[in-house]
């Protein structure tokens, strides 16, 4: 088949719809399929190029940040992807279109399926589904003026995927009519002998979090719950870049932990991996998330996770079995795990073996992608039984 990927995010633009887009591509290239990406430019980026057997064509994006979009760049980049889909979709042959995101990526999909009848799925990714995130007036706002559109869209789809059944009950609360399945996240598992030179008898137990440094992500919880932790020895490395990044390290001063806590910005993947072997423990206090990928990649490094019950995190996490989940916006509960793992460590690592085994059972990108393939397979033979129909 020949795929078609839109996604206003792919790497190094973006976060864990980014990055899932580019394992995903690659899979299907390696299994013999044709893949094309419609994305973001942003910087430097080449406008066209050829990444590992992956065709991908950049667009004009009025971003905020490299991992920051806003409504301004995703408008923008509608406006100019849409021209440069009706180029590709004239003169390559197409046989079905992935879009990342129902908003604001699925809008292309009224020129590629209402005008071009090329067939598609849509992949809800959270922040595109109403009453995600219901402390952000904003999007609650957005999503109002919108549904009728985010309706179309999911409905004319030829399936409709969520990336965590915590994002399927709450698209067909908006939707019921409308089937939605879920396609989890996948994870590469850390190199081996990268994991076999980690150091475990050091005295301070060594946290880590990735994340974008916004609000929703909960990272002042982190910190207060750090400042709380007077009679455990803890460092906490914070890996990303965010709009509260400056806010973020003025509440570390003010709480008297910065010298307990690195603020290091944005990593690529190999150094994330890095991170990742540097630490004994990794902790997201989010306030809501579908799935958040950098848990698999902890897990993944056979890393205990400490992180908040909330979206699909509990699919990933096993409490008591491969980490320790809390209740959102709750310092003193994430103060509490900290100390649990601080105080036993052959606990911290019984967790993250747990997790690790965890991830090769159910989140390789080998199985997820198969996954996509047939729901590419099952919408091509749709469009082929109609055609057959109307003759």
Same mark, same amino acid.
């Given at each position: 088949?020949?795929?078609?990927?839109?996604?206003?995010?792919?790497?190094?633009?973006?976060?864990?719809?980014?990055?899932?887009?580019?394992?995903?591509?690659?899979?299907?290239?390696?299994?013999?399929?044709?893949?094309?990406?419609?994305?973001?430019?942003?910087?430097?980026?080449?406008?066209?190029?050829?990444?590992?057997?992956?065709?991908?064509?950049?667009?004009?994006?009025?971003?905020?940040?490299?991992?920051?979009?806003?409504?301004?760049?995703?408008?923008?980049?509608?406006?100019?992807?849409?021209?440069?889909?009706?180029?590709?979709?004239?003169?390559?042959?197409?046989?079905?279109?992935?879009?990342?995101?129902?908003?604001?990526?699925?809008?292309?999909?009224?020129?590629?399926?209402?005008?071009?009848?090329?067939?598609?799925?849509?992949?809800?990714?959270?922040?595109?589904?109403?009453?995600?995130?219901?402390?952000?007036?904003?999007?609650?706002?957005?999503?109002?003026?919108?549904?009728?559109?985010?309706?179309?869209?999911?409905?004319?789809?030829?399936?409709?995927?969520?990336?965590?059944?915590?994002?399927?009950?709450?698209?067909?609360?908006?939707?019921?009519?409308?089937?939605?399945?879920?396609?989890?996240?996948?994870?590469?598992?850390?190199?081996?002998?990268?994991?076999?030179?980690?150091?475990?008898?050091?005295?301070?137990?060594?946290?880590?979090?990735?994340?974008? !440094?916004?609000?929703? #992500?909960?990272?002042?919880? +982190?910190?207060? &719950? *750090?400042?709380? =932790?007077? /009679?455990?020895?803890?460092?906490?490395?914070?890996?990303?870049?965010?709009?509260?990044?400056?806010?973020?390290?003025?509440?570390?001063?003010?709480?008297?932990?910065?010298?307990?806590?690195?603020?290091?910005?944005?990593?690529?993947?190999?150094?994330?991996?890095?991170?990742?072997?540097?630490?004994?423990?990794?902790?997201?206090?989010?306030?809501?998330?579908?799935?958040?990928?950098?848990?698999?990649?902890?897990?993944?490094?056979?890393?205990?996770?400490?992180?908040?019950?909330?979206?699909?995190?509990?699919?990933?996490?096993?409490?008591?079995?491969?980490?320790? !989940?809390?209740?959102? #916006?709750?310092?003193?509960? +994430?103060?509490? &795990? *900290?100390?649990? =793992?601080? /105080?036993?460590?052959?606990?911290?690592?019984?967790?993250?073996?747990?997790?690790?085994?965890?991830?090769?059972?159910?989140?390789?990108?080998?199985?997820?992608?198969?996954?996509?393939?047939?729901?590419?397979?099952?919408?091509?033979?749709?469009?082929?039984?109609?055609?057959?129909?109307?003759?």
């Amino acid at each position: 088949m020949r795929v078609l990927i839109a996604n206003y995010e792919f790497p190094p633009v973006g976060g864990g719809a980014s990055k899932v887009s580019y394992e995903l591509a690659k899979k299907l290239v390696e299994k013999g399929h044709d893949v094309v990406v419609l994305t973001s430019q942003f910087g430097d980026l080449a406008r066209f190029e050829e990444r590992d057997g992956i065709i991908i064509h950049r667009v004009w994006s009025w971003r905020k940040g490299i991992h920051d979009s806003g409504l301004r760049g995703a408008f923008t980049y509608l406006m100019s992807a849409l021209p440069v889909m009706r180029r590709i979709l004239k003169t390559e042959p197409i046989d079905v279109v992935h879009y990342f995101f129902g908003l604001p990526t699925g809008l292309l999909s009224l020129y590629s399926h209402g005008i071009a009848e090329i067939p598609y799925i849509v992949s809800l990714r959270g922040s595109d589904v109403p009453l995600y995130d219901r402390d952000s007036s904003k999007l609650m706002l957005l999503h109002r003026a919108t549904k009728s559109l985010s309706h179309r869209i999911w409905r004319s789809a030829s399936r409709v995927f969520a990336v965590s059944d915590g994002l399927r009950q709450l698209a067909e609360e908006s939707f019921p009519e409308v089937s939605v399945e879920v396609i989890h996240n996948g994870v590469d598992i850390i190199d081996p002998r990268l994991l076999s030179v980690r150091a475990h008898d050091v005295s301070s137990l060594r946290l880590v979090c990735v994340s974008r !440094l916004i609000p929703r #992500k909960g990272i002042a919880d +982190l910190l207060q &719950a *750090i400042a709380g =932790l007077t /009679n455990v020895e803890c460092e906490l490395t914070v890996a990303g870049e965010g709009p509260i990044d400056t806010e973020l390290k003025g509440l570390a001063a003010k709480l008297g932990i910065s010298d307990r806590v690195k603020f290091v910005g944005y990593k690529s993947p190999e150094e994330l991996n890095q991170c990742y072997v540097d630490a004994d423990a990794f902790v997201l206090p989010t306030r809501s998330d579908a799935f958040a990928n950098v848990i698999l990649e902890a897990m993944a490094a056979a890393l205990p996770v400490i992180a908040t019950d909330v979206g699909g995190v509990a699919e990933a996490v096993v409490d008591g079995e491969t980490g320790i !989940l809390v209740e959102p #916006k709750q310092p003193d509960q +994430l103060a509490s &795990a *900290i100390q649990v =793992l601080a /105080n036993d460590r052959s606990l911290a690592k019984r967790y993250g073996r747990a997790g690790q085994e965890r991830v090769l059972r159910h989140f390789t990108w080998t199985s997820i992608s198969d996954r996509y393939i047939e729901a590419y397979s099952d919408a091509c033979e749709t469009v082929v039984e109609r055609v057959f129909d109307a003759t």
